[in-house]
């Protein structure tokens, strides 16, 4: 028996990705018999289960009676898959985590976390039959859920990789100078970044089996979107700040939003050398170093639940 | 002195990351007070360059006499944004690869490649000044133009990173069985795969001023994308045979087309085993091992230009 | 003003690659006049900066008056190497937290994290300068340097993308079985992860300026390894904790060990359809999905201090 | 049909990683019934496979009774690990490559590509089974094999991610200085680069059924490394050209050897501001741009074989 304390642990399956095809509308050329329609719709997703609870005795006694194999978690994402319909992430984690709490007496929570890519569609007008999509790129979805049999169900969507650009309305100064300082100060400068968002809401939203998180997905990323673009800003925190705000004020059910915004760094290049003046138009684009921002903006009165990244390298 | 023999060699900076603002129409509140304009627009380009020529002494005795630093092939990449604007990427490169075969005695031969990242633009309906993009993912549009003092100019378009599917339509049966062969014929499948395609563009395309690239690049971009869509597949070989074909017989300036199609697989989950149909619904995306379908259909009587693929695992 | 609140949040340079050079013993062809010596060993940082404080009117007024330039937090890295040099990662990382927060009072907290490459030397037997060298690869040293005007100092340190296996000594069975499970019991199988792993030290050993951080990462990282080769395993989590326990028991200023495991599987490919027996040799290593457990283990009486990685995809 | 022209094409099974444990010794504790012995060696490989020959109705009809599906080639892959095992990347590349040519007649060449990765032994003195191990990192093992039923066997070996730096003995001047040349002469500095190597393999050792060719890649990596590291560089092309000469001078059935090298720039900081003299002891290691150095050097009399990076952004 071990002398030291086993603290926070968990163990699943991770990325398990899973495409589901679902068939809309009657008639088409299928040569499938059943689930026909010739209107195909399609999510795509990477799914993650993380699982926690009693599990003491899988680590230090070699016994296993307690462990659920991740190889299992796999199985039942696709079987949910199949049974239950992919409505959206957020719906599909909520399944997912209920199910690992509520039939295995040692798992206590259950935590999701689902990538999505989304897919347009390429239009075939010469057919009615329409099952050809392209990668839309741009973001990809993310959602986190997790289910606890003590202080129930949280969900945290969010997006990453959505690379934004204002190519003025940005200034920087008026900032501390010590015996390091070198940066001139900037009256109108490139302002770019790569959205990390998380946002986290309100049981409302959460208990709401009705609640429609395609929706509220499309309306928190225009807000923010809209807000970057809209900002006049005078740091890269500013503008943070106003994105989480303007969510928080149009989105009633969200409760906190947590931006991890890197300065994607557009140089201006010195063109003086070569007897040419360079007015704002030709920028370097560095990938690193790069300054990075992070910031959590919640509602008056509601604890913030968004992990804040402690350790990682973005 | 070397008794081997120094073969095919190449140098200049690779990945020069640049971003052009340029700015249209009256007015706006942008703080710089020429060049002004409020609608702004904006390229944003990876420029690789790679020198030919005689460089026997570079290599064998320590004499840098023919050699233009891989820096001044940067700064020229910046200073040509500023003096000649980037009207495409295609447009772009070969200004460079001329200027340096015609500016530098050893340097006989020039190849540009470029990658282009394209940005939507984020509407401000509020504001007459618009300078917010968001950046748009799915594809890379690619250019690669040589210029040699000799056999000209010859340009290459193409794109990368383009990922489409279609979730029917697409058959795989009678091949070859040897005994290795344990694939079941199949007669319903999804077809996935990320495109990566160069086309070489005719003497007509290449030395014409006018040329418009960028209404090239849409043109060939979305014949691929409907011949994919349109095309009932019984081989992803047939596939990208028709994309091919449907990009020469449509745009008369094409001569060559080169393919690199990932099958990327998505293999049906077996659901048996939980008591449940999957009739074509719930699908695992697998990463690797993964087919790999490359080709290159050119119009009769000219010659194929473009690299095929000898080593590179995509 | 808001009528939110502004929560956790922290800015800073993210990833300033320096490498140092020093010279040692004396003479030496070198061209530099001092700093002279023929032996040269190098140091090869990423050195991420973070600062907590009162930074509320940078984001909510526009007021940057609070606010000291990531760009001087990477200027202050590259002059610290200078005149500090850089002992080790978490000496160099102590230095630099102290610095933020002794020199400007807004800011109260500063975090640098740390990712050192390691290089061995290239030996020219043939003559006494030595100063060429081979980066080792294998994993990547990590650090963690948090120091607060009110908590003091707290050093992490670990490593990333240490890939290990065991080919036999490894089996999985007596697990629980639901609907939804279909994985056989394994008795021998291959057992292979690519270990993160991060441990927290003792307040003895971060107020300690004459602790040997080198040293000290050797033997945690050849603890691991025994660990890890010699536990004839029931489990990864039993492993993960076998892992934990050896570096406690080793180290008695290690507090707390935190690993993530991810179940590099390696499938048995079934070679009887073509008449082979395949008796545990030919294996298929997959990529995704995979098995991921992750544990922290402490000392009893200490408060666990490391991350968990609540919303990470490793 | 066509009225086009189908040119080059190939497909195939890409990135099959195959692991193979070999048990050698006697006895041991593993369960393993037969193919015992307790000293375990393990080949670690990513086997790509391109199939060329008559495969025009698969393009133009869809016919596939010419097409051995990539399914099948990755079987094959598998069992030929059981049926031959794995001597060398090159031996097993032969052995895979011979067997689709000669065993299917529409299969007029077959490219067989793999990458190694080497592992390191972690050693348990306590016992006499030793089957722990940890990934060496470092470079990645490469060979090209093709074997065409006209022209015969091709084998190219290669490494590719090993990166290395002299901390001086690099100057670089007396170069062409034109209109955008601002670089200054460089009379001491860091020279650093990650090599791509490729070397073609005359005919004598491929066709030796004898061939060592792990210890012909041991000897050529040596020769590389000691070349780079003894070199005094006048430029990266004379480091790539001595890498080269060195390993034709001493590995007699070298016929070519063709090297990628980008300069992996290592800026001076500028710490005058700082009231610091940066006497070559802190750089900045810069990611983006880079200079790109490629060259092919064979021995007089044969006929270069490796393929030229045409298109490729290293």
Request: hydrophobic share 35%; aromatic share 8%.
């Amino acid at each position: 028996m071990s002398k030291h304390v086993l603290a926070q642990n968990q163990y699943g399956k991770a990325e398990n990705r899973i495409v589901k095809v679902t068939r809309k509308g009657n008639g088409g050329t299928s040569r499938t018999e059943s689930g026909g329609g010739s209107w195909h719709e399609i999510r795509d997703l990477n799914v993650s289960v993380a699982l926690r609870g009693e599990f003491r005795d899988v680590h230090l006694t070699g016994d296993n009676a307690n462990c659920l194999p991740t190889d299992t978690t796999k199985n039942t994402v696709y079987a949910f898959g199949k049974e239950h319909g992919i409505a959206s992430p957020e719906a599909f984690g909520i399944l997912l985590a209920k199910h690992f709490v509520s039939s295995q007496q040692p798992i206590r929570e259950a935590q999701i976390r689902i990538e999505e890519y989304v897919w347009d569609r390429i239009p075939v007008p010469t057919r009615k039959e329409q099952h050809s999509f392209v990668r839309k790129g741009q973001e990809v979805r993310t959602a986190q859920i997790t289910y606890s049999e003590t202080t129930g169900l949280q969900v945290i969507s969010g997006l990453k990789e959505l690379t934004v650009m204002n190519s003025t309305n940005s200034e920087f100064h008026g900032y501390i100078k010590d015996k390091y300082t070198t940066l001139q100060e900037a009256y109108d400068r490139i302002l770019a970044t790569k959205v990390t968002a998380r946002w986290a809401h309100s049981a409302l939203a959460a208990d709401d089996p009705e609640h429609d998180w395609d929706r509220s997905y499309k309306k928190v990323r225009k807000h923010m979107l809209d807000a970057f673009a809209e900002t006049y800003s005078y740091s890269l925190q500013q503008t943070l700040n106003q994105m989480a705000e303007r969510v928080l004020d149009n989105c009633p059910r969200v409760n906190e939003v947590r931006l991890n915004l890197p300065n994607k760094h557009h140089f201006l290049v010195d063109l003086e050398p070569f007897g040419l003046k360079n007015d704002n138009e030709v920028y370097f684009a560095a990938d690193r170093m790069y300054g990075l921002i992070e910031g959590t903006i919640h509602r008056d009165g509601v604890q913030p639940v968004i992990a804040t990244s402690d350790w990682i390298v973005a």
